[in-house]
């Protein structure tokens, strides 16, 4: 006699931190997380959303995040120096990053970022497109 059917555990949320010092530029990425998994998406995400940098580094082992997404202009401290001390802290989660800069400077970003040993899941102009990010996540 065979076992009763019973449904595949739920996958436990991943972890997600956004760093960026745009509070609206927070929601929308919060919200667009929140329509990648309504829309078969691939998965829960747990959120954590900072928008100054040190306060997200003194989270990083914390929240342990699966996905790092990070603008790269933001002040006092900007996400190359940010994605610095995140691979000097051993950060092994995926990065995204956004910004309104320049593509010349996304793509140093991303080349920097993969020197240090981060695994960059992609770099996008702001602002970021729904499907970009459903792309970015699934990886």
Known sequence: MKPPFSPAPH????RVL?????RFMLDVLREMLDMVDENGGSGRFDVHAEC???RALAVLPRHAPDFLICD???PEMDG???????????????VI????LEDGVRDAATELAR???????GAFRKPL????????VQC
């Open 18 to 22: 956004l760093l960026d010092d745009d």
């Open 72 to 74: 790269l202009a933001m």
């Open 129 to 136: 497109a729904i499907e970009q990010l459903r792309l970015a």
């Open 97 to 100: 990053l956004v910004s309104a």
């Open 11 to 14: 996958a436990a949320p991943r």
């Open 52 to 54: 100054d940098a040190r």
């Open 115 to 121: 020197a240090l040993g981060l695994r960059v899941a």
């Open 80 to 94: 190359i120096e940010f994605l610095q001390a995140a691979a000097g802290q051993g950060f092994s989660g995926r």
